[in-house]
């Protein structure tokens, strides 16, 4: 995939960094950054109230939680209010003697005993890495299976499968889906209209990039602005739809999160 204006920090990981020392978090964001450039450090938080805040609002990837955060709480405590499901957690602490119950009750992807090296971040790091990538692709897989029927106004009720769609062009009441089966590209016209076929197909996948235009994520080949708009070159050639100014940001969000996704 050949992206122009693709967000500079697509395919790497989001990170929050959480300690109640700024010394802490400073010496952890400048060995990330140094050592381990798959990383994009999204935000900090020095308690446990204002890491719930930053998880919710920043939605990252990992999270490096301190555990002891006196006296305002634990990373336990941050735990307990937020979905741990949410993201992968790598603890990093001064006490060994908590990890036995972190390992047991939270199961972390990694656990740091500060003071740690480079070699064991870096391998903390890569344990993330292969976690998010093996969840992505579960995840892509599944979206890409999801079935839908369609009724065509010439052919009567199609199956399909979510990736076999390319994008779709809103016709007033009528859809016309453009479809990728047996190397080339077939022009489904549907009795239904485009919101209602946006609110099937699987948003992990799919995105609304324009009042007329729903568009499959994995056939994007280019991507380009043309003033305040853009333009979506997709695979094969010859296939083009628009990016209205409305729907900008949410696309670029979109295609920022699937290039994470999609690119490891």
């Known amino acids: 995939m050949e992206i122009q204006g693709t967000p ?16 802490a978090i400073n010496t952890l ?11 994009h450090i999204v935000g900090t938080a020095l308690s446990v109230h204002a ?19 006196p006296p305002l709480g634990t990373g336990f405590d941050f735990l307990k209010q937020v979905d741990p499901s949410a993201f992968g957690i790598i603890f990093t602490t001064a006490y060994p003697q908590f990890a ?25 790091v890569q344990v993330a890495e292969d976690k998010i990538r093996t969840q992505g692709n579960a995840l892509l897989y599944q979206a890409q299976r999801q079935t839908l029927v369609v009724q065509d106004s010439r052919k009567g009720s199609l199956l399909l499968r979510a990736g076999e769609v390319a994008y779709c062009k809103a016709g007033g009441s009528f859809t016309d889906i453009f479809t990728w089966r047996k190397n080339k ?7 239904r209209n485009l ?32 003033g305040r708009n853009g333009v979506i070159h997709l695979h094969p050639p010859g296939h083009r739809v628009d990016v209205s100014v409305a729907k900008m940001d949410i696309f670029l969000r979109h295609l920022d999160e699937f290039c994470q996704m999609n690119a490891r």
């Not at 400048?30 to 050592?35: D, T, V």
């Not at 890491?51 to 609002?57: I, L, N, R, T, W």
């Not at 939270?106 to 003071?115: D, I, M, R, S, V």
């Not at 699987?202 to 324009?210: D, G, V």
Request: hydrophobic share 45%; proline share 5%.
């Open 51 to 69: 890491a719930v805040e930053a998880a919710a609002a920043l939605q990252p990837d990992l999270v490096f939680l301190d555990i002891e955060m």
């Open 185 to 191: 590209i077939e022009k489904i016209t549907s009795s």
């Open 29 to 39: 964001q400048g060995m990330l950054g140094q050592y381990c450039p798959q990383v």
């Open 100 to 124: 036995i119950h972190a390992i047991n009750q939270f199961q972390p992807w990694a656990y740091l005993l500060k003071p740690y090296t480079v070699a064991e971040l870096k391998a903390a």
């Open 8 to 23: 500079a920090n697509a395919g790497k990981i989001t990170t929050l960094l959480v300690d109640d020392e700024i010394g």
């Open 195 to 226: 919101g209602e076929h946006e609110a099937e197909l699987p948003a992990l996948l799919f995105c609304r990039t324009h009042h007329s235009y729903l568009v499959n994520m994995a056939f994007v080949e280019r991507f380009e602005r043309t």
